[in-house]
């Protein structure tokens, strides 16, 4: 079957996910993604039958909501989709900002769709106070809701009865993960998260980043981090310290969204931390990408 996306939230692992994918064990007991957004991994990993269970976590209540909902309600949450999708039109120039304004009071999950499939380039920001800030593209209108209930179904038939979700931070929703199980994470990098290019409701610290990862390893657990990386010359930061003793990958990411946004044509080129164990394996028949 070809991979469903419902949510096209930029930053995802969406592209990466069958590079990515060549590096997780098969057999688990459990995949965890504590940072979901999307959960591309997620959704590429059940496609793989990876694991018989599935653990998507996020600390922004509002998104878990809503990959509940797609799993577990996908005809109600598309519909209500349709519904906001269709009260937008050419003369109201100002829906978008009502929507927004609306989920920033009462953090409606389906709100937030809405939200991610119209802004500009699917590229999420908040503002200082949490609240979600980016524009309405005028180039186009969003997913349209026919797909969107296709790929809603889609995630449905992958993930009804085989996930657990969880809002909280990455450390306390990870804690019950043993040997056996995978862990996947793709936490903000550094400069996206603060500042004025805010891309994420809430900032993990890099010193708290290591000594996550350092329990991890003392608990034996099995896991892939993407983190850090360039965009042409400009480097999200340094490599994580080798006393964590995890292998490095480099991964070609294609052209920058964010470059090119800034009228530039930059490559983007990622880093994937594995722990020791974790070997690329070849003879994976990758699922079809869904258009």
């Not at 039958?49 to 996908?74: C, G, H, K, T, W």
């Not at 809405?114 to 800030?133: A, D, E, T």
């Not at 994976?284 to 258009?291: K, L």
């Amino acid at each position: 079957m070809s991979v469903p996306h419902p949510i096209p939230y930029q930053g995802s692992k969406r592209k990466l996910a069958p590079a990515i994918d060549q590096y997780v064990p098969e057999g688990i007991g459990t995949f965890y993604e504590p940072f979901a957004g999307s959960a591309a991994m997620t959704i590429y990993a059940a496609c793989h039958r990876r694991a018989s269970r599935f653990v998507i976590a996020d600390s922004l209540a509002p998104m878990v909501n809503l990959l509940q909902a797609i799993v577990e309600d996908p005809e109600g949450t598309a519909t209500r989709y349709g519904e906001i999708w269709r009260g937008q039109s050419a003369e109201d120039a100002q829906y978008f900002y009502r929507v927004r304004d609306r989920f920033n009071e009462h953090k409606n999950p389906v709100d937030l769709l809405y939200l991610i499939c119209r802004c500009v380039k699917n590229s999420v920001r908040f503002n200082g106070s949490g609240g979600f800030s980016q524009s309405v593209d005028k180039r186009r209108l969003g997913m349209r809701p026919e797909k969107m209930r296709q790929a809603m179904l889609g995630v449905h038939v992958l993930l009804n009865g085989r996930a657990l979700f969880r809002v909280g931070d990455w450390m306390e929703t990870t804690k019950d993960a043993g040997v056996g199980d995978f862990i996947y994470m793709d936490p903000p990098y550094l400069g996206t998260s603060v500042g004025s290019d805010r891309r994420y409701h809430q900032q993990i610290t890099r010193e708290d980043l290591i000594a996550g990862l350092e329990s991890m390893r003392k608990r034996n657990l099995a896991f892939a981090l993407s983190y850090d990386g360039m965009t042409g010359n400009r480097s999200y930061g340094p490599r994580l310290p080798e006393s964590l003793g995890l292998a490095q990958i480099m991964l070609n990411a294609g052209i920058s969204t964010q470059s090119t946004l800034a009228g530039k044509r930059e490559e983007t080129v990622e880093s994937l931390y594995l722990t020791p164990g974790l070997a690329a394996v070849t003879s994976q028949q990758p699922c079809e990408e869904a258009a």
